[in-house]
């Protein structure tokens, strides 16, 4: 039974720093890919960042140089990293695989 468990959400002022953190349970491979989304209210649901089995990232163009996605394989976690926060960054934060999501955590900068 594969669980993703979004936390670190909450408010913080523009120009501050988040980390975001995703657990997952229930994978039999460490190494899947996985992917951070958002949704802002009355916005569509964009994707942010995403890495891959091999470590491998890819970013938004809007955050670009200001958000970072990594994983700890022994910790089963992957993380965002966002620094220089904006007004456009607030939103629900999810974790996605494939075939999984989380519930997601929200994030407010203002």
């Known amino acids: 039974h594969v669980q993703l468990v979004e936390s670190g959400g909450g408010l913080v002022q523009p120009g501050g720093s988040l980390r975001v953190s995703c657990e997952a349970s229930g994978f039999t491979d460490s190494r899947y890919c996985m992917g951070w989304f958002r949704q802002a209210p009355g916005k569509e649901r964009e994707g942010v960042a995403h890495i891959d089995r091999d470590g491998r990232t890819s970013y938004a163009e809007s955050v670009k140089g200001r958000f970072t996605i990594s994983r700890d394989n022994a910790k089963n976690t992957v993380y965002l990293q966002m620094n220089r926060l904006q007004s456009e960054d607030t939103g629900v934060y999810y974790c996605?695989?494939?075939?999984?999501w989380g519930r997601g955590t929200q994030v407010t900068v203002s």
């Open positions: 996605a695989t494939p075939m999984y």
